[in-house]
Nanobody
């Protein structure tokens, strides 16, 4: 069983930066691919970024490329999302997710749909506003 706990969300001005962490419990976490999703009020959950279990492959949504960075520290069981040059349209609840599919396979990067992940964090609010 894997549990994911996010922290680091909050209110930031447009153009600002924020780093969000996702700490996982569970001894098999280090072999899982990880992802971040966002969900704005009244809208569906959409893909932000994903990283393979070893950090060797990364994918981003076009809307965040060049602004967001996903990384992981396996020793700390933690995945990070660094967000720079934030825009008001980035305002949403952000979710950390883990995929146990093809655990330990360095080539595996989950698809961009939420159904490719089977563990979810509780979500953290990020608000970009002046």
């Amino acid at each position: 069983q894997v549990q994911l706990v996010e922290s680091g969300g909050g209110l930031v001005q447009p153009g600002g930066s924020l780093r969000v962490s996702c700490v996982a419990s569970g001894r098999t976490f280090s072999s899982y691919a990880m992802g971040w999703f966002l969900q704005a009020p009244g809208k569906e959950r959409i893909f932000v970024a994903a990283i393979t279990w070893d950090g060797g492959k990364i994918d981003y949504a076009d809307s965040v490329k060049g602004r967001f960075t996903i990384s992981r520290d396996k020793a700390k069981n933690t995945v990070y999302r660094q967000m720079n040059t934030l825009k008001p349209e980035d305002t949403a609840v952000y979710y950390c997710a883990a995929s146990s599919t093809w655990a330990g396979q360095t080539w595996y990067l989950p698809g961009k749909g939420p159904d490719h992940y089977n563990y979810w964090g509780q979500g953290t609010q990020v608000t970009v506003s002046s």
